[in-house]
């Protein structure tokens, strides 16, 4: 198993980056849809599906957003978590040294169906080895998908 020894917590609260800034540190080169698709998703400030992301980018393939997300997510500028229909929604955040899942649990609410980066919470570091998996499985990294009401369904 690979140990998870990370120390990086990222508030979802905190200013984004750039997209400049962000596609220098990952050595990607600029283009106007990887930097639109950025802008997008930080302004977003929540996981958002590919139709949305397409919505709110004039005129750009589809083909190309899906191509530019795969790299983002490679490059771990962009993490995802999978939706209540199961499609993947893309977020802004994760750095080189933790797998983007690793950095925050995600929450589903079972009332208005929105999805949320929890940047203040932290999955504990000893979260895998606490669950007690069996011998020869192999974990990468875990998801966390918290499910309940958000609190604008609470209130
Ligand atoms: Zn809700
Ligand atoms: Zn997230």
Redesign the pocket.
């Known amino acids: 198993m690979r140990s998870t020894t990370t120390t990086t917590t990222t508030a979802t609260a905190s200013p984004a980056p750039s997209p400049d800034a962000l596609l220098r540190k990952a050595a990607l080169r600029k283009t106007p849809v990887r930097v639109g698709v950025l802008e997008v998703l930080a302004r977003g400030r929540r996981?958002m599906s590919v139709p949305q992301i397409l919505g709110k980018l004039k005129g750009v393939d589809t083909v190309t957003v899906y191509r530019t997300l795969n790299t983002f997510v490679r490059k771990r500028l962009v993490?995802r978590?999978r939706g209540e229909d199961r499609s993947w929604l893309y977020?802004v955040?994760g750095d080189e040294q933790t797998p983007p899942e690793h950095l925050?649990p995600?929450f589903v609410c079972d009332g208005c169906g929105k999805v949320e980066?929890l940047g203040d919470a932290e999955i504990p570091h000893a979260f895998v080895e606490s669950l007690g998996v069996s011998a020869g499985y192999n974990v990468s990294y875990p998801e966390v998908v918290l499910h309940g009401t958000c609190p604008r369904c609470t209130a």
């Open positions: 996981p993490h978590v977020a955040g925050h995600h980066c």
